[in-house]
């Protein structure tokens, strides 16, 4: 972006919507930041001398004579060091009271890696929690959401997932956060020591909902720049992708777009890859592994953000409640790590893909012995001994309390197909059988 | 399209990747420009015209654009360059060699050659001084990773030629000149190895297109033996996310009895289109036992890059099968999936605010799948030499709804329908191709119905109809007990849903992470099946059902491991012999 020698000043709107402005302005740019009656705003049109700007924080107040100054260039983060340990609003601009951070300045939303620039991801994620390690197995430059339900803890999952990961840094996209929210991976973060390792741009609740367009690139621009230029492993945490998606359609309906599915727009679909394909495993050694979440309304994946979502990342993770051992557990069955194959058995024990098989198979014929039983037939020896295995294998396994390492969870799986079942039953391969099983 | 001077313009309105130009000049549908930003030069492409408004849709950001930017015309449409060295290429959207492009990041306004030019080909004349020569017709051929690459008269070259000169058996790079043809007027036209082509025009340098009859196979059984799909032929993988689309797809690609295979990785993952670039170089054509790399091109425009592109993509890759079908080859082209290239549809129709048809897509988004569709087939060249494009397509119903536009309208285009169901999915029976909505109107085909029992067996068709009614008959059943409950139906109820279960497990079933049961050849796709068959003929004495189900999971067990056994050896025989003595136990 060239720098402008002088700034002109505006000051008459033509037309004025809940969250656009329009003007006669001349020698602007696509994409370009503006400043409106003190508000940062966006072009989003112009036809001939007609501009259209997106006022980040709404119109409310504003007047028609407002003055209006383009800064000749798109919305900008300024990168170094100082970020680490730093909490910023949408703008990039610190709320906890800090300085300014010095460091080079980059556009955000930058371009695509090419895909032949790519490397494989693979690199496993530990994070203790065996309903994920176990089960769904996260690999560095993956990009997985968790599909909860809004009363779930799934901003508790995500932080204890965020500080247990050997990241070098997290970065927290925060959208619509709840003021209480914030003050909880604020608190969380800071309790854990790791402070120094974190770097979040949060739009809570209290701020207006089209400033949280700008947070995934502020965030993943950051990520970029530690995983580039640092060679670092980055961790992003994105919460919550629903509102973000719904901030989108309140923008493409006062522009008067044709809504698609569900009243998003119609390009909800490149709209959310452009965000999830940022995560990446760079040839130079640095990734960017994108963990989001994604709230659904009662459960409905057929909504067309879960939808799009589910086309677009590698897997999703489900929390659910298991009533019997009354815990949150990762649901083993609606869950998936799509690039689990490439480090499970590989760079964890060998018998860890025959050993998470067997198991969510046992915990299957759980459910199935329990439906048996809440309909009032008889149950078998068998179908007993999978209710027993079930629970269990949900305490000391699925529950998301629980922090052991990979090796552990498969022992202690050994211990309860040898506790509850005969290797029969099991029906793991013979040579793994004879080396693990315990009695 | 020939102008003398080109058209320009300038730019007046900017709505994200839609970019309005006031032209001075004649402009035509279609055709390609230029949009100066700085020193980067924008492609773009006119796609409405009103007055002296041209619309174009940008093949990248435009970000910083602003009106008044020059744009100059370049008088032609989008185009592919055709020459030997695609084969093993990656290419975007707009056929820009991804490989040659420097650093991590994609530049905005960087375009590379995707051709060699420097590399020297072995060429072999095939035409001769005197010949009378269309468009199409080869002149010489040179060696492509051992593919006979034809060396052919320039599709755009209207009307009949003679051949002038051919230049001798030798070595040449695509630029050198290899040919002089003259036209009926004694015009001379110097030729070399290299042609375009507009994407969005097929190519049409054939003698006639019959009727799709010969089996394409793919070694994937629930395909190949239910419902097959031809050389030549069209499909459809319909599939909600986590169905397994992208895993049958390059489980396809690699197997299909193809010479050439294209991939168009359309607005989808990048990871996916990174396992293809890594896998690819490691594995053996299970035919040629060369790498697969030498014979698939790949064309990968992933959900992250610009989208106008991505609609390009799917063009540019079945302009590049209409090329190498102009040689007489056999070529498979994979798009995954087309919903997103629908997409880029919808984007585009929405910015030029227009009247929407259902779920906010265009009116015409039918025809224009139709026609793509119609653009694959088999063919008889000029020469009478036969060629062919397969075309799958894999289609991400929006919320797994197969009452969407995109599903509905590729129904009517496509002659296979395999649909991937969320119920066999989850219980990992895989792949998920449900075998009693799947459909092949090859199967109707008098042609193909020849065919098929004059190379696989004279009783496959009836073998293969009969197989389907077991399985729907299984399914019936399988309703019957769950709500009669096991006990409130006959045993004969519980013998046919689990003569269903065989056919699902042994013949259905299959292993795409097995060495040997990932690949199953025809002739050992119609052995298995006669085996299933003659089980689901005989009578069993069962006293109560559960026996029926234990009796049979032994008989699918045996079947399985003969699966995994190399057709014909040892183990398989020993498998079969353990099964043919546990039938005997319990025969009538």
């Known amino acids: 972006?060239?720098?402008?020698?002088?700034?002109?000043?505006?000051?008459?709107?033509?037309?004025?919507?809940?969250?656009?402005?329009?003007?006669?302005?001349?020698?602007?740019?696509?994409?370009?930041?503006?400043?409106?009656?003190?508000?940062?705003?966006?072009?989003?049109?112009?036809?001939?001398?007609?501009?259209?700007?997106?006022?980040?924080?709404?119109?409310?107040?504003?007047?028609?004579?407002?003055?209006?100054?383009?800064?000749?260039?798109?919305?900008?983060?300024?990168?170094?060091?100082?970020?680490?340990?730093?909490?910023?609003?949408?703008?990039?601009?610190?709320?906890?009271?800090?300085?300014?951070?010095?460091?080079?300045?980059r556009n955000i939303g930058s371009p695509s890696v090419n895909p032949v620039r790519r490397r494989q991801p693979s690199n496993l994620i530990a994070t203790g929690i065996a309903g994920i390690d176990l089960n769904n197995s996260l690999v560095t430059g993956q990009k997985i959401p968790f599909f909860a339900d809004p009363d779930q803890p799934y901003n508790q999952v995500m932080a204890l997932v965020a500080l247990r990961a050997k990241a070098d840094k997290i970065i927290l996209g925060g959208m619509g956060l709840s003021n209480d929210d914030y003050l909880y991976f604020k608190n969380v973060f800071d309790n854990a020591g790791a402070l120094d390792?974190?770097?979040?741009?949060?739009?809570?609740?209290?701020?207006?909902?089209?400033?949280?367009?700008?947070?995934?690139?502020?965030?993943?621009?950051?990520?970029?720049?530690?995983?580039?230029?640092?060679?670092?492993?980055?961790?992003?945490?994105?919460?919550?992708?629903?509102?973000?998606a719904d901030a989108l359609s309140i923008v493409s309906n006062r522009m008067d777009q044709i809504p698609s599915k569900d009243s998003m727009p119609g390009s909800l679909y490149s709209d959310l890859a452009r965000i999830y394909e940022k995560a990446v495993q760079f040839p130079t050694g640095g990734s960017i592994t994108i963990i989001a979440v994604t709230t659904l309304s009662g459960g409905d994946i057929t909504h067309a953000i879960p939808d799009n979502t589910g086309y677009i990342t590698e897997g999703q993770l489900f929390l659910r409640r298991d009533s019997e051992i009354g815990k949150v557990i990762v649901d083993p069955f609606r869950s998936l790590s799509r690039l689990k194959q490439l480090v499970i058995g590989k760079q964890t024990r060998e018998d860890h893909p025959q050993v998470m098989n067997a198991a969510i198979r046992l915990f299957a014929d759980s459910v199935n012995a329990r439906t048996k039983l809440e309909n009032g037939f008889d149950l078998t020896d068998y179908d007993e001994r999978t209710?027993?295995?079930?629970?269990?294998?949900?305490?000391?396994?699925?529950?998301?309390?629980?922090?052991?390492?990979?090796?552990?969870?498969?022992?202690?799986?050994?211990?309860?197909?040898?506790?509850?079942?005969?290797?029969?039953?099991?029906?793991?391969?013979?040579n793994l059988v004879q080396k693990f099983w315990k009695n | 399209m020939e102008r003398k001077d080109k058209t320009t313009g300038s730019v007046t309105g900017i709505i994200a990747n839609l970019v309005i130009v006031e032209v001075n000049g004649p402009v035509a549908q279609n055709e390609i420009c230029f949009i100066t930003l700085g020193d980067e030069q924008l492609m773009a492409e006119v796609i409405k015209v009103v007055g002296k408004n041209a619309y174009v849709q940008v093949f990248e950001s435009t970000r910083g654009l602003k009106p008044g930017s020059k744009v100059e015309f370049q008088g032609h449409l989008l185009e592919v360059t055709l020459g030997?060295?695609?084969?093993?290429?990656?290419?975007?959207?707009?056929?820009?060699?991804?490989?040659?492009?420097?650093?991590?990041?994609?530049?905005?306004?960087?375009?590379?050659?995707?051709?060699?030019?420097?590399?020297?080909?072995?060429?072999?004349?095939?035409?001769?001084?005197?010949?009378?020569?269309?468009?199409?017709?080869?002149?010489?051929?040179?060696?492509?990773?051992?593919?006979?690459?034809?060396?052919?008269?320039?599709?755009?070259?209207?009307?009949?030629?003679?051949?002038?000169?051919?230049?001798?058996?030798?070595?040449?790079?695509v630029n050198d000149k290899i040919a002089v043809i003259e036209d009926e007027e004694g015009k001379e036209f110097e030729l070399d190895m290299v042609q375009k082509w507009p994407v969005k025009i097929a190519i049409k340098a054939y003698r006639e297109k019959p009727r799709p009859f010969r089996l394409l196979e793919t070694g994937v059984r629930c395909m190949d033996t239910l419902n097959p799909i031809t050389e030549g032929g069209t499909g459809f993988i319909p599939g909600p996310f986590g169905t397994g689309k992208t895993v049958l797809q390059h489980a396809i690609s690699k197997q299909a009895e193809a010479d050439i295979v294209i991939i168009s990785a359309c607005g989808e993952r990048a990871n996916e289109v990174v396992e293809i670039f890594y896998e690819f170089p490691e594995l053996d054509d299970p035919r040629t036992g060369k790498k697969l790399t030498e014979r698939t091109i790949i064309i990968a425009n992933t959900s992250n890059m610009p989208v106008a592109a991505r609609e390009a993509s799917v063009?540019?890759?079945?302009?590049?099968?209409?090329?190498?079908?102009?040689?007489?080859?056999?070529?498979?082209?994979?798009?995954?999936?087309?919903?997103?290239?629908?997409?880029?549809?919808?984007?585009?129709?929405?910015?030029?605010?227009?009247?929407?048809?259902?779920?906010?897509?265009p009116m015409d988004l039918s025809a224009i799948i139709s026609n793509f569709y119609s653009r694959a087939g088999y063919v008889y060249l000029n020469n009478g030499k036969p060629g062919s494009i397969t075309f799958i397509g894999t289609v991400s119903p929006a919320g797994g709804n197969l009452k969407e536009p995109v599903t509905e309208s590729t129904r009517k285009a496509a002659r296979c329908f395999y649909g991937l169901s969320q119920a066999r999915a989850d219980s990992k029976r895989y792949p998920a191709i449900d075998p009693i909505d799947s459909y092949s109107k090859y199967l109707e085909y008098p042609e193909v119905q020849e065919y098929l029992e004059k190379n696989v067996s004279d009783h496959w068709l009836s073998d293969v109809l009969h197989a389907k009614d077991i399985l729907y008959r299984g399914k019936e059943a399988q309703e019957q007990i769950n709500i009669l409950g096991d006990d409130g139906v006959p045993i004969s109820f519980h013998e046919r849903y689990w003569k269903s279960e065989l056919i699902d497990f042994v013949i259905l079933q299959q292993d795409a992470f097995d060495k040997i049961d990932a690949?199953?050849?025809?002739?050992?796709?119609?052995?298995?099946?006669?085996?299933?068959?003659?089980?689901?003929?005989?009578?069993?004495?069962?006293?109560?059902?559960?026996?029926?189900?234990?009796?049979?999971?032994?008989?699918?067990?045996?079947?399985?491991?003969?699966?995994?056994?190399?057709?014909?050896?040892?183990?398989?025989?020993?498998?079969?012999?353990?099964?043919?003595?546990?039938?005997?136990?319990r025969m009538n």
């Open chain 2, 84 to 173: 030997p060295g695609i084969l093993s290429r990656n290419y975007d959207g707009l056929q820009n060699d991804l490989d040659k492009m420097e650093g991590i990041f994609l530049k905005r306004g960087e375009y590379t050659d995707p051709l060699n030019r420097e590399k020297l080909w072995d060429f072999k004349p095939l035409a001769k001084p005197g010949d009378r020569v269309i468009a199409g017709d080869w002149l010489g051929e040179v060696n492509e990773n051992d593919m006979p690459h034809k060396i052919m008269v320039p599709f755009k070259m209207e009307g009949s030629y003679w051949v002038k000169k051919v230049v001798p058996e030798g070595q040449y790079t």
């Open chain 1, 1 to 105: 972006m060239e720098t402008q020698s002088f700034q002109k000043i505006y000051t008459r709107l033509t037309n004025i919507t809940k969250a656009t402005v329009t003007l006669k302005a001349d020698n602007v740019g696509y994409d370009e930041i503006a400043i409106v009656d003190g508000r940062m705003a966006q072009v989003v049109k112009i036809i001939g001398r007609d501009v259209t700007l997106q006022v980040f924080s709404g119109t409310e107040g504003i007047p028609t004579n407002a003055e209006v100054s383009f800064a000749g260039r798109p919305p900008q983060l300024k990168v170094s060091d100082e970020l680490a340990g730093r909490f910023f609003n949408a703008y990039g601009e610190p709320i906890d009271g800090g300085p300014e951070v010095n460091g080079e300045t």
């Open chain 2, 519 to 585: 690949v199953t050849p025809i002739k050992r796709q119609q052995y298995m099946l006669s085996k299933v068959l003659d089980v689901t003929e005989m009578s069993f004495r069962f006293d109560n059902f559960e026996a029926v189900g234990s009796y049979f999971k032994q008989i699918i067990n045996l079947f399985k491991q003969m699966n995994y056994s190399e057709f014909g050896s040892g183990q398989f025989e020993r498998y079969e012999g353990e099964l043919q003595a546990l039938l005997k136990e």
């Open chain 1, 197 to 244: 390792r974190i770097i979040s741009f949060v739009n809570t609740t209290d701020n207006p909902p089209v400033e949280r367009l700008l947070v995934p690139d502020m965030a993943l621009t950051a990520a970029e720049y530690f995983a580039v230029d640092k060679n670092e492993a980055v961790l992003v945490l994105l919460t919550d992708m629903t509102l973000y």
């Open chain 2, 315 to 361: 063009y540019t890759a079945m302009t590049i099968g209409e090329y190498y079908r102009s040689m007489g080859l056999r070529v498979l082209m994979m798009a995954d999936s087309t919903s997103r290239w629908a997409q880029a549809l919808r984007e585009m129709s929405n910015r030029l605010e227009e009247l929407p048809g259902p779920d906010a897509f």
């Open chain 1, 387 to 430: 209710l027993e295995f079930a629970r269990e294998y949900s305490l000391k396994l699925l529950a998301i309390d629980v922090n052991v390492d990979t090796d552990t969870m498969l022992d202690i799986s050994w211990e309860l197909f040898g506790k509850f079942f005969s290797k029969a039953e099991v029906a793991i391969r013979e």
